[in-house]
Nanobody, 123 residues
């Protein structure tokens, strides 16, 4: 599966952005989908994940209540709605697809990655 992330940009603290990840190739609905981010000088970290068809979601603590992951299998798309953004949310955001059964998937269990979209939050 090929993944194309978009929607990043520059926003002031407290603002919102909506990231999109469009998938092509193998059946999108067969993958658990996730969003990760990587800030300069830091390791890539998990942000959110969503299951194949139930819509069950999982978030890292720092984004709970602010970020929402969702998907539409008919549109082969997953989104990350980000509200109340903080400067510490600044990073390159990646979408990823996992072909397996563990929940939530660990970073190593994601098989396909998009190219990343930059999110910059100014204070």
């Amino acid at each position: 599966v090929q993944l194309q992330a978009s929607g990043g940009g520059l926003v002031q603290a407290g603002g919102s952005l909506r990231l999109s990840c469009a998938a092509s190739g193998r059946t999108f609905s067969s993958y658990r989908m996730g969003w990760f981010r990587q800030a300069p000088g830091k390791e890539r970290e998990f942000v959110a994940a969503i299951r194949r068809s139930t819509g069950r979601t999982y978030y890292t603590d720092s984004v709970k209540g602010r970020f929402t992951i969702s998907r539409d299998n008919a549109k082969n798309t997953v989104w990350l709605e980000m509200n109340s953004l903080k400067p510490e949310d600044t990073a390159l955001y990646y979408c990823a697809a996992a072909d397996g059964s563990a929940w939530p998937p660990s970073l190593d269990e994601y098989d396909y990655w998009g190219q990343g979209t930059q999110v910059t939050v100014s204070s």
